[in-house]
């Protein structure tokens, strides 16, 4: 039988979450702005946007204290990561596809700590699925964006929003019967199991589309 953690235990262990999470989009930050050649204050200032954009749309959306105010420490977060990135990449060249496998990661770790907070705050379905999704996806937006690349959420038939909601949905179903600890880990299972799924296969979801009337070939 597993034991529940103690209640003073999750807390802290939300917070290592949202650190790691933190730490990882900073590294895909950082590689992105590489990959544009920026200087050290543009890569900085990428690698924290795609760190801290997700956590601040999903704090402001429920009107709470933005975390990195309250916590400066996921800031100096940003700065390692970054540094850290920077120096690796002068010494050895990052595999073509690393920025994709730190966003994977930092989506599941993201994902399912924003759920949470949405959960200890009161919330619950919906909102808790909304919550965790914008705050696994919105950091990777603003990257792309920032970066003049097309945000990997609007990529045609790419599984990246849609892992992010599978795994809090499953999160949530689970929660109900195994401990919270276990079932957060399963979300972020999921949801980095799907997303590495779709980089290594190129799975894709179905695409909508119309089809072309006379009026617009004309």
């Given amino acids: 039988m597993i034991l529940p953690p103690p209640p003073q235990a999750l807390p802290l262990l939300l917070h290592a979450i949202e650190l790691l999470g933190v730490a990882v989009f900073a590294i895909s930050g950082a590689l992105a702005a590489g990959r544009r050649s920026l200087d050290l204050i543009g890569v900085v200032v990428i690698a924290t946007v795609t ?57 599941a770790l993201f994902s399912i700590s924003g759920a949470q907070i949405a959960q200890n705050l009161g919330h619950g379905g919906i909102v808790v699925v909304i919550m965790g999704t914008a705050t696994g996806v919105a950091g990777g937006l603003l990257r792309d964006v920032l970066c003049a690349e097309i945000p990997l959420i609007l990529r045609r038939g790419r599984m990246y929003a849609s892992a992010a909601i599978a795994g809090v949905t499953i999160y949530l179903l ?40 006379d009026h617009d070939e004309s």
């Fill in 51 to 107: 760190a801290v954009g997700g956590g601040t749309l999903r704090d402001l959306l429920l009107d709470r204290t933005v975390f990195w105010i309250s916590d400066p420490a996921y800031l100096y977060v940003c700065l390692i990561a970054a540094l850290l990135t920077i120096i690796y990449a002068r010494y050895r060249h990052p595999p073509d596809r690393l920025i994709l496998y730190a966003d994977a990661l930092g989506l």
């Fill in 174 to 213: 689970l929660e109900t019967l195994l401990d919270r600890t276990l079932a957060a880990m399963l979300g972020m299972a999921t949801i980095a199991g799907l997303r590495l799924a779709a980089i290594a296969w190129d799975l894709t979801l179905p695409v909508f589309s119309l089809p072309k009337t």
